[in-house]
């Protein structure tokens, strides 16, 4: 079946809106989907059983959030040195190669005799390609769905990665329960090599989009760019703070309630999953974009009441409706592909991931540093206010900048 065939006769410059049915009739895409999805699974069960791990042989906050999050700081020097790749090699190449590194990492992870300090240089080395198999996979995805089926693709591969964080986490936390933790990394080893699988057997390979070659000189030639427009630099702002601050209230879950710490993070999930839903498929581009600053407050704003330690259940429900702010990424990821030209689309989209991941990893530091000087209730709000301080602070500039993007379209 042909792109041609599904999306109509426009191919990939129609302007028809896209559905998610439309969507996963594409091969590419449906294959795409498929590999993205077997590896947020994958990620979700070995993040939740090496979280465990350490926090059973250390007994450390900071060490705990670190393990499960702290790949997140190799991401930055991958972007700041391999991003071009995204643009100037082959993406189905590159995309595969990475797909094959992870399940090598995700297999060593299951060793048992592996020292601490091993898994996390493991952590490290898939942390540093994380960004470039971003870059190439959003790179591919632009090219594979037509320009008003982007945002409904980020959505469900959005949802996705909510929903295999659900299971992940549910079912991690009841595997526990009867498996080692490396036990459980073995079977994420399965789902990262069926990811693998899947993307060779489904996405064809793409010509190179940049005409220069790629390199770190023209990695930091594209980046200087892009963080030297100002426009620019206030969505990317808001698409890494806010969130990367929120996450380091997820990483402080193990210690603020290690028994229910699995149901916290599946709560907050789940709420990621309906957000994304409702905003990328019931919404239209002007509404998602009406709704970006209210879904950033209610991204950060719930987690204030962990200070007053309140059950269990209301606990849930505030992750829950915490999560569903995270849907404020998709209006600012448009508003950002608006502003890229098609050659440097992987790169920037690749940057833009880099950038959330790294500061999810700030994120999960500053947290487990908090938890190990404030009760880790007080740790959370305290990372829910700041969330919501520069939310508040940058909303004039990414106002400024929906402006332009609306002139520029006009």
């Known amino acids: 079946m042909t792109s041609d065939t599904v999306w109509?006769?426009?191919?990939?410059?129609?302007?028809?809106?896209?559905?998610?049915?439309?969507?996963?009739?594409?091969?590419?895409?449906?294959?795409?989907?498929?590999?993205?999805?077997?590896?947020?699974?994958?990620?979700?069960?070995?993040?939740?059983?090496?979280?465990?791990?350490?926090?059973?042989?250390?007994?450390?906050?900071?060490?705990?959030?670190?393990?499960?999050?702290?790949?997140s700081f190799a991401a930055v020097a991958g972007a700041v040195t391999l991003m071009s790749v995204a643009d100037g090699g082959r993406p189905r190449r590159t995309l595969v190669a990475l797909h094959g590194l992870s399940l090598a990492a995700v297999a060593a992870q299951a060793v048992p005799g592996l020292p601490l300090a091993a898994r996390f240089g493991l952590l490290l080395v898939v942390g540093f390609f994380q960004s470039l198999g971003t870059g190439a996979r959003m790179g591919l995805l632009a090219e594979i769905v037509p320009a008003s089926g982007y945002a409904p693709a980020r959505s469900l591969m959005n949802i996705t990665a909510g929903g295999a964080s659900v299971l992940g986490f549910g079912l991690g936390g009841a595997l526990l329960a009867v498996l080692s933790p490396y036990q459980v990394f073995g079977l994420a080893g399965v789902l990262a090599a069926a990811a693998t699988i899947v993307v060779a057997a489904?996405?064809?390979?793409?010509?190179?989009?940049?005409?220069?070659?790629?390199?770190?000189?023209?990695?930091?030639?594209?980046?200087?760019?892009?963080?030297?427009?100002?426009?620019?630099?206030?969505?990317?702002?808001n698409l890494w703070v806010p969130n990367g601050l929120v996450v380091g209230c997820e990483a402080v879950f193990l210690p603020y309630a290690p028994g229910w710490a699995g149901v916290?993070?599946?709560?907050?999930?789940?709420?990621?999953?309906?957000?994304?839903?409702?905003?990328?498929?019931?919404?239209?581009?002007?509404?998602?974009?009406?709704?970006?600053?209210?879904?950033?407050?209610?991204?950060?704003?719930?987690?204030?009441?962990?200070?007053?330690?309140?059950?269990?259940?209301?606990?849930?429900?505030?992750?829950?409706?915490?999560?569903?702010?995270?849907?404020?990424?998709?209006?600012?990821q448009e508003r950002l592909l608006a502003l890229t030209p098609d050659a440097e689309r992987g790169q920037v989209q690749g940057v833009e991931s880099a950038g959330r991941i790294t500061w999810q990893g700030v994120g999960a530091a500053f947290g487990g540093a908090?938890?190990?000087?404030?009760?880790?209730?007080?740790?959370?709000?305290?990372?829910?206010?700041?969330s919501l301080a520069v939310t508040a602070v940058s909303r004039r500039a990414v106002r400024r900048e929906a402006g332009a993007v609306t002139a520029g379209g006009a």
Not at 61 to 67: E, N
Not at 275 to 284: A, K, Q, S, Y
Not at 294 to 318: E, I, K, N
Not at 370 to 386: D, F, H, K
């Open 202 to 237: 489904t996405v064809r390979e793409r010509s190179v989009r940049a005409a220069r070659r790629p390199g770190v000189r023209e990695t930091w030639r594209g980046n200087a760019a892009l963080l030297g427009r100002p426009g620019r630099r206030a969505l990317l702002l």
């Open 370 to 386: 908090l938890a190990q000087l404030l009760e880790p209730g007080w740790a959370i709000a305290v990372l829910a206010a700041l």
């Open 8 to 71: 109509g006769a426009g191919g990939g410059g129609s302007a028809r809106p896209v559905g998610y049915s439309a969507l996963l009739r594409q091969r590419e895409f449906a294959g795409l989907y498929a590999s993205f999805s077997l590896t947020a699974a994958a990620g979700t069960l070995s993040g939740f059983a090496l979280g465990s791990l350490v926090q059973a042989r250390t007994g450390s906050p900071l060490l705990t959030a670190l393990s499960m999050f702290g790949s």
């Open 264 to 332: 916290l993070l599946a709560a907050a999930s789940a709420g990621l999953l309906l957000g994304d839903l409702v905003v990328g498929r019931l919404l239209d581009e002007a509404g998602r974009a009406r709704w970006a600053y209210p879904l950033r407050l209610l991204l950060a704003g719930p987690f204030l009441l962990f200070a007053l330690h309140p059950p269990v259940v209301v606990a849930v429900c505030a992750a829950g409706a915490a999560g569903a702010g995270f849907a404020a990424t998709l209006p600012l």
